[in-house]
């Protein structure tokens, strides 16, 4: 199951970096892109699947930030949002095939107890 190994990345990723103080962590804030693959409902479902077998992890709340997808144009010279997946420029209607963002997939924020 994608998700639920993504899922099992964030908690390895986590505590590589904050050791024991994972258990000091209320809420984590992941982000990702339109084009990584990951549905906020399904990484949301394996997350909570993925506490509830480690309980020691249960006051964990998860957000999903979903980021939009961002081309740029050669033509003019700057980046454009992709929407509904035509990765058309919005200014000068030239084809583009070069992606700045969207393929992302990373925590962007994490919130410790105060
Ligand atoms: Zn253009």
Redesign the pocket.
């Known amino acids: 199951m994608h998700e639920l190994s993504i899922v099992k990345n964030i908690f390895d990723t986590l505590i590589e970096n904050y050791g024991d103080r994972i258990v000091e962590i209320t809420k984590i804030e992941i982000t990702a892109g339109l084009l990584s693959n990951v549905q906020p409902i399904l990484i949301k479902n394996s997350f909570a699947a993925f506490i509830e077998e480690n309980s020691e992890y249960k006051n964990i709340e998860l957000e999903v930030k979903v980021n939009e997808i961002e081309a740029f144009?050669e033509?003019?010279n700057k980046t454009f949002i992709v929407k509904y997946h035509k990765f058309v420029?919005d200014?000068?209607s030239?084809p583009s095939s070069i992606i700045v963002k969207g393929t992302e997939l990373y925590i962007s924020q994490v919130f410790f107890i105060e």
């Open positions: 144009c033509k003019c420029c200014n000068c030239t």
